[in-house]
């Protein structure tokens, strides 16, 4: 069991960075694939980007040279880095666990955390 906490959503403008972190309590999720995703209202939840536990990296092409996944295994913690922030990006992000490869779809994961939302001005 791994229990998932979000946290350093908020409102920015565009162009402005900003850092998600997903907090883990429980057993460790060192062994298993993390990922991020992302839900606006009225659209699917979307895949973001996933790290496993060799630390390879996935991302969606909408965020591929603006977001950064990383993950601190000793800290149980995983980050968003999220850079040149667009209004496109406004929803709210969630932090998963429990995948055993990059997967870029949510019945992938068995973890999730309640979800921090952003919100991108222009």
């Known amino acids: 069991q791994v229990q998932l906490v979000e946290s350093g959503g908020g409102l920015v403008q565009a162009g402005a960075s900003m850092r998600l972190s997903c907090a883990a309590s429980g057993r460790t999720f060192s062994s298993y694939a993390v990922g991020w995703f992302r839900q606006a209202p009225g659209k699917e939840r979307e895949f973001v980007a996933a790290?496993?536990?060799?630390?390879?990296?996935y991302y969606a092409d909408s965020v591929k040279g603006r977001f950064t996944i990383s993950r601190d295994n000793a800290k149980n913690t995983a980050f968003l880095q999220m850079n040149s922030l667009k209004p496109e990006d406004t929803a709210v992000y969630y932090c998963?666990?429990?995948?055993?490869?990059?997967?870029?779809?949510?019945?992938?994961?068995?973890?999730w955390g309640q979800g921090t939302q952003v919100t991108v001005s222009s």
């Open positions: 790290i496993n536990w060799v630390f390879s990296r």
């Open positions: 998963a666990s429990g995948a055993t490869r990059l997967g870029g779809r949510p019945y992938e994961y068995d973890y």
